[in-house]
């Protein structure tokens, strides 16, 4: 899994001597910020459909002892229609030898959507285990002149009731002494009914019995929704937002990337001066500390995204766009559940992956799935943000916009159009027959976050983007290194070559020229050359599979070689070497159009070709999306180096 998408680990905490209740809920019922409260982890939450597609385990502490908490997928229903519906399904079946039932179950349920959550409750009361409500939001329904008797309600249940609101520390308190035991608590004398008729009557009598009063509609959504979800003024706000977004990412940031390059460049400088061994300096100065802070440099800007996202997600406004989106993709005969999965590739593929098990038909999955890598994801970030500071400067504007900005917008717009094209597209070749199934997604009340909830994302988010520098691009960038400095020319080599030893820009030039990676880069120079690339952004590219981010430190180590004192106009200042264009810029608008263009299609991440195998059960999905999006990419950078260079 991509370290982005935080630190909550799938099941697999020891379990044994410990007795294990699993937590059941429908989305957006509170159950994950439930899970998280008492385990001390973080697993991922939203407030829409398929942030939690697969099962996590934590130890929470109680009053006898630690228990395993097992937080299930979010369900509307036992009759499962999904694979992450069956997951639950199948955990709660005793009859199911495929899965460990929990001893337990702790069952969570809105209570500003109570009627509807009583249908789940009455089925999790059928499966014969001791089972606890812990009833969320009630703090949301007394603002909303609703009304609830707890006690009523666990009479009515014949189980233990109490309400939890946002992982208070008393109320949790109280959870945790009743978790110490649940084999003393109540059960009900009559199950719920089977017949799905006299479920309507139960409820009516349970939510009668509990004194139960709805919550009024929220006057303050009802305006905003009003706006947010009509089918214009939706769309126009919805693009509103993601263009100031990406203005607000390359305004705030620049100061601040600004700082962290030159703390690397000094650093550099300073292993350079302090060290006596040519090669050792130049393997620590420009293999460890060039290769990383040439991607550590954008930390300001991943940093950025992930507030934008915690916000816009906190306060109500993703689930607002999923559901404006599901009306184009119902046109493209997908569910909403499909959007839902794209959705949550904005920050990476491998959650939104992940997310199309919600999904019930096997079609939509495949095609969501090949969508999926389309979206951008905060990998790119580094890349596209390198590539535009070269193709745009920075104070040019359109009228009063941003130039870099808009060119941001247009590639992330780019890819999210893409990715839906390319999912409808899939799924028309696999059409089948069928009734459409239900799509249910909770649209929540507009809150502000909690400046914990934003700062917890953000760390993590920063966390895992530091940790992929530190495991994976650490690796690659000094294996790069070691590419580009071998083999070592002697001095009667440089002689020969008119290379003066002592000049030793001159001589890293020439190393990199007839260095091992300048092999590989020219050996695939037939593939990349209709695209304006030389065998130095060839590498790059190569080296970008194992993360997009190494195509930054790839040109950074390249630059550094050139002009260890300013990479960034080293880079501008790179000529052609070879072929018709010998001397010419490297870097002019149509090739670094045909770049971006290139990573906005193509499928440069191993993790991504790794979950696709686990989730589509065979490789023959993840090599169809490679060569597709291979070939996509390459026919699109070509078109755009065209269009570009025919402009320009």
């Known amino acids: 899994m991509s370290d982005h998408c935080g630190p909550a680990e799938p099941a697999g905490v020891a379990v044994a ?19 998280n409260a008492l385990t001390g982890l ?7 459909p398929g942030v939690t597609v697969t099962r996590y385990q934590g130890v929470a502490e109680t009053a006898l002892g630690p228990v395993v908490l097992e937080d299930l997928p979010g369900t509307y229903s036992l009759t499962a229609i999904s694979p992450d519906e069956r997951i639950v399904a199948g955990v709660l079946d005793p009859a199911d030898d495929s899965q460990d039932t929990p001893d337990a179950l702790i069952l969570t349920l809105d209570a500003t959507t109570l009627r509807r959550s009583l249908r789940l409750a009455a089925q999790v009361l059928r499966a014969d285990l001791p089972v606890c409500v812990v009833v969320t939001f009630t703090d949301e329904l007394t603002r909303r002149q609703g009304r609830l008797d707890l006690a009523a309600l666990g009479r009515a249940l014949g189980v233990p009731v109490l309400a939890v609101v946002g992982g208070r520390r008393q109320q949790l308190g109280e959870l945790r002494e009743l978790l110490g035991g649940p084999a003393t608590w109540s059960r009900p004398l009559v199950p719920p009914p089977l017949d799905a008729e006299a479920v309507s009557g139960w409820v009516d009598s349970v ?19 009003a706006v947010l979800l009509h089918p214009v003024g939706g769309t126009v706000v919805f693009l509103a937002t993601m263009f100031v977004f990406f203005q607000t990412i390359f305004t705030l940031a620049a100061p601040v990337q600004g700082l962290i390059e030159t703390g690397f ?6 292993v350079r001066a302090s060290i006596g061994v040519d090669w050792l300096a130049g393997l620590l100065a420009d293999g460890v500390i060039g290769g990383v802070g040439g991607v550590v440099v954008f930390l300001p ?5 992930f507030v934008l996202i915690s916000l816009l997600e906190g306060v109500g406004y993703l689930a607002r766009a999923a559901f404006l989106m599901d009306r184009v993709m119902a046109r493209a005969g997908l569910e909403g559940r499909a959007f839902v999965a794209l959705l949550s590739s904005f920050a990476c593929a491998i959650p939104g992956i992940m997310a199309t ?36 400067p920075s104070d040019a504007r359109v009228g009063p916009i941003g130039a870099q900005g808009l060119v941001m917008f247009g590639l992330y717009l780019g890819g999210a159009v893409s990715a839906m094209l390319t999912a409808w597209l899939f799924s028309r070749l696999g059409r089948s027959a069928g009734p459409a199934l239900p799509f249910y997604m909770e649209m929540p009340p507009y809150r502000l976050p909690s400046a914990r909830s934003v700062l917890l994302a953000v760390y993590d988010a920063c966390r895992g983007f530091l940790a992929k520098v530190g495991k994976i691009i650490l690796g690659t960038t000094v294996v790069l290194w070691l590419l580009l400095n071998l083999p070592a020319p002697s001095d009667a080599e440089l002689a020969r070559a008119g290379v003066d030893p002592a000049d030793s820009s001159a001589v890293a030039s020439y190393t990199i020229d007839h260095s091992l990676a300048a092999d590989v880069g020219r050996a695939v120079e037939p593939v990349f050359e209709p695209l304006g690339f030389d065998w130095r952004i060839n590498v790059g590219v190569l080296a970008s599979l194992s993360a997009r981010e190494v195509f930054v430190a790839t040109m950074g180590q390249v630059a550094a070689a050139t002009n260890p004192d300013d990479p960034s106009q080293a880079l501008a200042d790179l000529r052609v070497q070879d072929g018709p264009r010998a001397g010419e810029p490297l870097f002019t608008a149509p090739v670094l159009a045909a770049l971006l263009v290139f990573f906005l299609y193509a499928l440069q991440c191993m993790s991504t070709i ?21 070939a996509l990419a390459w026919t699109m950078a070509l078109l755009a180096r065209v269009v570009v260079g025919a402009v320009t």
């Open 610 to 630: 790794a979950v696709l195998r686990r989730e589509s059960g065979s490789w023959r999905w993840p090599a169809i999306a490679f060569t597709y999006l291979f």
């Open 17 to 35: 001597g410990r007795r294990r209740i699993a937590l059941v809920g429908s989305p957006n019922s509170g159950k994950t910020t439930l899970f």
């Open 357 to 392: 098990r919600t999904l019930p038909s096997t079609r939509d999955r495949i095609a969501t799935m090949m969508g999926a890598p389309l979206m951008t994801c905060s990998a790119r970030l580094p890349v596209y943000v390198l590539l535009i500071g070269l193709l745009v």
């Open 301 to 305: 800007q991943i940093a950025l995204l």
């Open 265 to 270: 460049a000094a650093l550099g400088d300073q």
């Open 42 to 48: 973080r697993a991922k939450t939203g407030n829409y």
């Open 207 to 225: 939510l009668a019995s509990a004194g139960y009063a709805a919550p009024e509609l929220d006057a303050r959504t009802r305006r905003l929704d």
